[in-house]
């Protein structure tokens, strides 16, 4: 066997058993990136009014007038990760990055206006894509579009690292260990393993008929209050929990590491995020599509 054929043949075996190591580890790739976000969208089909499900329908017939082949939206859950893929094009849909997120310092009382200029900022592009939703006077791939960025900023809001920050891009600056996966930041972390982890665990299961008495305890509030939600969780839980310590009081290092514990504990925070946006974004979804004039959301 000839030197290079050696090296090639070595070559694929390394590859052949990163990609079986890899597979063991929890996806890096489904959150609320995908994992996550496609949950909030089976939660809210599952929850909303037979009419709203028959007028998402109806939009979805829009898709190919949105001229974006290469991602997919044939569905709720489909419409939740849209705006994450057509990202990828940052020539033609690069002015979005900002909507996804409205980070806060958790060290400093909470301004829900703050770091929102032009409208551009989650809060505010759920609150702007809701009416054009519910405006039956635009064209349907417009209204089309505007369901695909709200259910997925509903998604983004009830992230806790989406809203708090502690100088550190929302989690992003901060490396972090989870259990054998290393040098992921915290806000991945919180974005991808540890969402998917929460969701698969659940008991009883998140995707689910909730009844009306669990609908109206958990469908509450709207943006501003989500936004201030997801602040509290950054500060009170995220933070502390990552670096056994009062963020606040203290400098936080540069790295870290999630223990066992700190994952469990977690795991309800993550799961009942997941829940709450999934319910919450069934109650706009109905309003939007209700006959009428739209309600102004709290």
């Known amino acids: 066997m000839g030197n290079r054929t050696i090296r090639d043949y070595a070559a694929g075996l390394i590859a052949g058993l990163l990609l079986?190591?890899?597979?063991?580890?929890?996806?890096?790739?489904?959150?609320?990136?995908?994992?996550g976000h496609r949950t909030t969208a089976e939660i809210a089909?599952?929850?909303?009014?037979?009419?709203?499900?028959?007028?998402?329908?109806?939009?979805?017939?829009?898709e190919a007038q949105l001229g974006t082949p290469d991602c997919a939206l044939a569905s709720l859950p489909d419409a939740s990760v849209w705006p994450d893929c057509v990202r990828r094009e940052g020539w033609r849909w690069g002015y979005t990055a900002s909507w996804h997120y409205q980070t806060a310092p958790i060290c400093t009382p909470y301004n829900p206006r703050a770091n929102c200029s032009g409208g551009n900022c989650v809060r505010a592009?759920?609150?702007?894509?809701?009416r054009i939703l519910a405006d039956e006077s635009l064209p349907g791939n417009v209204r089309l579009e505007?369901?695909?960025?709200m259910v997925h900023f509903v998604g983004d809001i009830h992230m806790p690292l989406h809203s708090g920050?502690?100088?550190?891009?929302?989690?992003?600056?901060?490396v972090t260990a989870y259990g054998i996966v290393p040098n992921k930041n915290l806000h991945s972390i919180w974005d991808s393993a540890l969402a998917e982890r929460a969701?698969?665990?659940a008991n009883p299961p998140l995707v689910r008929r909730y009844s009306p008495a669990e609908k109206a305890s958990i469908a509450t509030g709207g943006p501003e209050d989500w936004g201030r939600e997801s602040w509290q969780a950054a500060?009170?839980?995220?933070?502390?929990?990552?670096?056994d310590a009062d963020a606040c009081a203290t400098d936080l290092p540069g790295e870290t590491a999630l223990t066992q514990e700190d994952i469990v504990a977690a795991i309800p925070v993550s799961q009942q995020r997941v829940q709450q946006a999934g319910l919450r974004?069934?109650?706009?979804l109905d309003e939007a599509f209700a006959p009428g004039p739209l309600a102004d959301i709290p």
């Open 199 to 201: 969701i698969t665990s």
């Open 146 to 149: 505007a369901l695909a960025f």
């Open 20 to 35: 079986a190591f890899t597979a063991l580890l929890p996806s890096q790739a489904l959150a609320w990136g995908e994992y």
């Open 125 to 130: 592009q759920i609150e702007r894509n809701l």
């Open 45 to 62: 089909l599952a929850n909303v009014k037979p009419e709203t499900r028959a007028a998402i329908r109806q939009l979805l017939r829009y």
């Open 281 to 284: 974004m069934a109650r706009l």
């Open 235 to 243: 500060r009170d839980f995220v933070y502390p929990n990552a670096f």
């Open 165 to 174: 920050d502690k100088d550190d891009r929302g989690g992003n600056d901060r």
